[in-house]
C-alpha cells in the first residue's frame, strides 16, 4: 500500500512536464507567446483642420484681451452697448497686426508693440500644433514646416478679411485685402518660427552654418536685447520722473474707474514702443513725436501734444552735466556682449583661461554690428506710425537712422569687449 496522504501533492513522474495533460496525451513543449497585434496607427488630422483651429485658436486668445480693455471705458459708462465694444475689440486687433484704420481724423497706424508680440507668440504656438498634427517630430524637414506655416497663414488671412469686413461696417475704413495681405504674412511668419522649432530645421540650420556666423549673430542678438534694456530702464525712469503729470492726464478723462482703467492698460500696450523710442534716444538719432519736432540728446523741439500719459516722461531739453553719460550706455552694451563674446569661445574649449584666436574673436565682433542693427532698424519702423492726419502724421524714430548708428556702435563696443576680454584672461 502506499504511503502517500490523500493531502499530500503528487509529484510528477520523471520525464513528465508538469503541465502535461492527461496520461497517454503527448506532452506539451514550452509555450510560445502569441502574437502582438499591431497596434492602430494614430489618426492624424487633416491639414486643413489643423491649421484652421490653431489658427482661429490663436486669433481667439490674442483678440479678447483687446476686446477687454477697449471695452471698459465704453461698458462703464454705457455708452455703447456689447456689439459696439465686441467691435472695437477688432479694430484694435487690426492695429496690432500692423493694418491702419482709415478714420475721420486721418489714417491710424501706430502699432501698440505689445499686442504685436502677444499675436506673434500666439502664432508661433499655431504653428508648433499645426507641425505636431502633421507628425513632424523633431524630423528635421524643411518642407513640412514651410507646409504648417502656409496652411496656418492661409487661415488666418482669412480671419483678417472677416475682421475687416466686420469693422468697416460700424464707420471705419479698413481695406479687407490690406487685412488679408498683412495677416498671411504675420500669420506665415510667426508659425514658421513656431515649426521650425518643433521639426528640428533650427537645429540643422544651426549645424551647417559656420561657426563665425553663429557666434556673431548670437553676439549681436545680445547686444541688441541689451540695448532694449537700456531703453526700457531709461524711459521706465522718465515715466516715473513725470508720474505726476501721467495721473493728472488719466484723471482728465471722464470715464469713471473701468474708462481710466481702460486708458492705463492701453497705454501699457504702447510701452515697448516707448522702448524702442527711449533705445533710438540713447543711440542719438532720437525720435518725432509730430511733423517737425526732434526728440534727441541734442535737440527737443515739440509743440502742443495730445493729452496721453505716454507722452508724460518727454525730456524738457537736450542733455548736459551728468546727463551726457547716457550717450556712453550703447557702448557698453557693445562692449559687454563683446566681453560675453570671450567667456563663451573661452569655455567652449573647455578652459576659461584659454585664449581665443584673434581672427576667431574679431570676426564675430565685427559682425554683431549689422545683426544689431537690423534688429534695432526693424524695431524703428514697426514702432512708429500715423496717430491721425495733420502734425501727429509722423511719430517714431527713422529706421536706417538707428540702424546705422547701432552697428557702428556695437561693432566698435564688441571689438573693444572682445579685446579687453582676451587680454585680460591673460592674467
Excluded: C
Excluded at 520523471?14 to 507567446?33: I, L, Q
Excluded at 523633431?138 to 513640412?144: A, H, M
Aim: glycine share 16%.
Amino acid at each position: 500500500m502506499s504511503s502517500v496522504t490523500p493531502d499530500q501533492p503528487r509529484r510528477p513522474a520523471a520525464g513528465v512536464h508538469a503541465d502535461s495533460g492527461p496520461p497517454g496525451r503527448p506532452t506539451a513543449g514550452p509555450r510560445v507567446p502569441a502574437p502582438r497585434r499591431p497596434e492602430p496607427s494614430r489618426r492624424r488630422a487633416p491639414l486643413a483642420v489643423a491649421a484652421g483651429v490653431a489658427a482661429g485658436w490663436a486669433a481667439v486668445t490674442s483678440y479678447l484681451p483687446v476686446a477687454l480693455v477697449l471695452g471698459l471705458a465704453q461698458l462703464s459708462e454705457g455708452t455703447a452697448a456689447v456689439p459696439g465694444a465686441l467691435r472695437a475689440g477688432l479694430a484694435g486687433w487690426l492695429l496690432g497686426h500692423g493694418v491702419p484704420l482709415h478714420t475721420t481724423a486721418g489714417p491710424l497706424g501706430l502699432v501698440p508693440l505689445a499686442l504685436a508680440a502677444l499675436a506673434f507668440w500666439r502664432l508661433t504656438r499655431a504653428g508648433v500644433h499645426t507641425s505636431r498634427a502633421m507628425g513632424a517630430r523633431g524630423g528635421r524637414s524643411p518642407r513640412q514646416a514651410l507646409t504648417a506655416a502656409v496652411a496656418v497663414g492661409v487661415g488666418y488671412a482669412l480671419l483678417g478679411v472677416l475682421a475687416a469686413l466686420l469693422v468697416g461696417s460700424g464707420g471705419l475704413r479698413v481695406s479687407p485685402v490690406r487685412a488679408g495681405v498683412t495677416y498671411a504674412f504675420v500669420g506665415a511668419l510667426g508659425a514658421l518660427v513656431g515649426a521650425v522649432r518643433t521639426t528640428g530645421v533650427a537645429g540643422l540650420l544651426a549645424e551647417r552654418a559656420p561657426a563665425r556666423l553663429r557666434d556673431g549673430v548670437r553676439t549681436g542678438l545680445v547686444a541688441g536685447l541689451l540695448l532694449f534694456g537700456a531703453g526700457a530702464g531709461a524711459a521706465g525712469l522718465a515715466v516715473a520722473t513725470g508720474g505726476g503729470d501721467a495721473a493728472d492726464m488719466i484723471g482728465a478723462y471722464r470715464t469713471g474707474v473701468a474708462g481710466q482703467a481702460g486708458i492705463t492698460l492701453v497705454s501699457l500696450a504702447y510701452a515697448p514702443n516707448a522702448t524702442v523710442w527711449s533705445t533710438a534716444y540713447l543711440l542719438g538719432p532720437g525720435f518725432t513725436v509730430g511733423t517737425g519736432t526732434a526728440v534727441r540728446t541734442s535737440e527737443v523741439t515739440v509743440g502742443a501734444l495730445p493729452a496721453v500719459p505716454l507722452l508724460a516722461g518727454l525730456p524738457s531739453g537736450p542733455v548736459d552735466g551728468l546727463g551726457a553719460a547716457l550717450l556712453a550706455v550703447p557702448v557698453l552694451a557693445g562692449m559687454t556682449a563683446g566681453w560675453l563674446l570671450t567667456r563663451r569661445l573661452s569655455r567652449a574649449t573647455g578652459d576659461e583661461r584659454a585664449e581665443p584666436r584673434w581672427p576667431a574673436l574679431l570676426g564675430p565682433a565685427v559682425l554683431a554690428g549689422p545683426v544689431a542693427g537690423l534688429l534695432v532698424a526693424m524695431a524703428a519702423g514697426a514702432s512708429g506710425g500715423p496717430l491721425g492726419g495733420g502734425r501727429l502724421a509722423e511719430i517714431g524714430p527713422v529706421p536706417w537712422q538707428v540702424g546705422l548708428v547701432a552697428t557702428a556702435v556695437v561693432a566698435v563696443g564688441a571689438l573693444l569687449g572682445a579685446a579687453a576680454g582676451k587680454l585680460l584672461s591673460r592674467r
